[in-house]
């Protein structure tokens, strides 16, 4: 089955940097958009990044862009999330996410999750 | 951007129906899928494209969708679907979740 393990999360200091990765198996993995998703305490679901099935397409939540760049390694079965100039604000638990389709960020649901990796900025 | 409107909160007795709507401007016209949250699982994809079960997914789970509002209903809501559930739409390549509502089964 589907299996999506989160690493590299931490307590970080505001303007400083922390990259996410998140291993998959059980699934082909080349052939599937990934996402990124977070949810700070008490709040919900809020999309951060997709990647398409083979990287040429990214899209972005305004908050992030510009600082959060988000990656895949076919190689590893490895999906990154580059975060720079982190702000209190970005204190949460991230997931990644398989995409049902090719993730071009139209109309696909998340069908499998990993269970998170929490990240928190603080001075 | 869009927002879409989840209750914060819904109830429903064991055995009974339970109904949590995601509402959005001309949400009919998109595609919605739903999610369920447990804290310390992973979220769990229980209805995709508005009406959709993933496999696994009980049966007692439907959806519909139309004008303003996506709607979830559990019949014969179980003490094991007591969570959150939280919509989801895809609006000019940004995806677009709902506050959540927590479902109390009593």
């Known amino acids: 089955q589907v299996l999506l393990v989160e690493s590299g999360g931490g307590v970080v200091q505001p303007g400083k940097s922390l990259r996410l990765s998140c291993v998959a198996s059980?699934?082909?993995?080349?052939?599937?958009?990934m996402h990124w998703v977070r949810q700070a305490p008490g709040k919900g679901l809020e999309w951060v990044a997709v990647i398409s099935f083979n990287g040429d397409e990214k899209y972005y939540v305004d908050s992030v862009k510009g600082r959060f760049t988000i990656s895949r390694d076919k190689s590893k079965n490895t999906v990154y999330l580059q975060m720079n100039s982190l702000r209190g604000e970005d204190t949460a638990l991230y997931y990644c996410?398989?995409?049902?389709?090719?993730?071009?960020?139209?109309?696909?649901?998340?069908?499998?999750w990993g269970q998170g990796t929490q990240v928190t900025v603080s001075s | 951007s869009y927002d879409l409107t989840q209750p914060l909160s819904v109830s429903v007795a064991l055995g009974q129906t339970a109904t949590i709507t995601c509402g959005g401007k001309k949400i009919g016209e998109k595609n919605v899928h739903w999610y369920q949250l447990k804290p310390g699982q992973a979220p769990v994809l229980v209805l995709y494209r508005d009406l959709n079960r993933p496999p696994g997914i009980p049966g007692r789970f439907s959806g519909s969708n139309s004008g303003n509002t996506a709607t979830l209903t559990i019949s014969g809501a179980q003490a094991g679907d007591e969570a959150d559930y939280s919509c989801q739409v895809w609006d000019s390549y940004t995806a677009v979740f709902g506050g959540g509502t927590k479902l109390t089964v009593l």
């Open positions: 059980g699934f082909t993995f080349s052939s599937y958009g």
């Open positions: 996410a398989k995409d049902e389709g090719s993730g071009s960020g139209t109309s696909e649901a998340l069908d499998s």
